[in-house]
């Protein structure tokens, strides 16, 4: 075992293309969160999942960002009609939450997405 | 809203040179959590160390330590005796359930 995994690790596209990217957290963590980070920035908060329930989207995730995760395990995250300013580090974290109290996220590699 | 501010955002140390990392934060509430996480140049996210709100007992963890003052808002971290692999940024992070970043302190630590 092992962490959490992203792929792609690249992805290069042009402006006006799909891309998604996919996450697999640790297993058994109930929470699955996606942050993105652009250079020189700390990651920031886009959205997150208890299970297969997506709780909380920020204000960051246009309409054409969508994230699911169908069967509570793994998620994606899709881009549609990329634009130069979705070139960003995507990172995916997971954490096991019992109960309102401590819950570290481990972070995978991350996907980073440049836009031509 | 939560803010995180690390207002210094580059510092180069020799090695075996101490080093201080600033961290001021902004909330009104009441539990939360602190977090120390580092990014080398790889680019994954190492967990550091934590704290919670209702405990500002300063700890050692090996060569690192944390001064946290919730009447200044101030979660300061120090690296001691600072090596070439320590080099990286290093992000102050609030947690409410989601995290919120500071925009991270470059440190570079030269042989």
């Known amino acids: 075992d092992t962490g959490v995994s992203q792929n792609p690790r690249h992805k290069i596209t042009k402006r006006g293309q799909n891309v998604t990217f996919r996450c697999d957290p640790i297993?058994?963590?109930?929470?699955l969160y996606w942050y993105r980070q652009t250079l020189g920035q700390g990651p920031e908060f886009l959205t997150y999942?208890?299970?297969?329930?997506?709780?909380?989207k920020s204000r960051l995730l246009s309409d054409r960002f969508s994230a699911e995760r169908p069967k509570g395990s793994f998620s994606t995250l899709e881009i549609q009609r990329t634009e130069q300013g979705d070139s960003a580090m995507y990172l995916c974290a997971s954490s096991l939450v019992v109960s309102r109290s401590y819950n570290e996220q481990f972070f995978g590699p991350g996907t980073r997405l440049t836009v031509l | 809203a939560q803010k995180v501010t690390q207002a210094q955002t580059e510092i180069s140390v020799v090695e075996k040179e101490d080093v201080t990392l600033d961290c001021v934060y902004e909330?009104?509430?009441?539990?939360?959590?602190l977090f120390w996480y580092k990014q080398p140049p790889s680019g994954e996210l190492v967990f550091l160390i934590r704290r919670n709100s209702f405990d500002e007992q300063n700890e050692i963890s090996g060569r690192y330590s944390w001064n946290f003052q919730k009447s200044t808002s101030s979660f300061n971290f120090t690296i001691t005796a600072s090596q070439v692999v320590d080099s990286a940024v290093y992000f102050c992070v609030f947690d409410l359930g989601r995290l919120y970043f500071g925009r991270g302190t470059q440190l570079t630590v030269w042989p």
């Open positions: 297993s058994e963590h109930n929470r």
């Open positions: 999942f208890q299970n297969e329930a997506q709780l909380e």
């Open positions: 909330t009104r509430d009441t539990t939360y959590y």
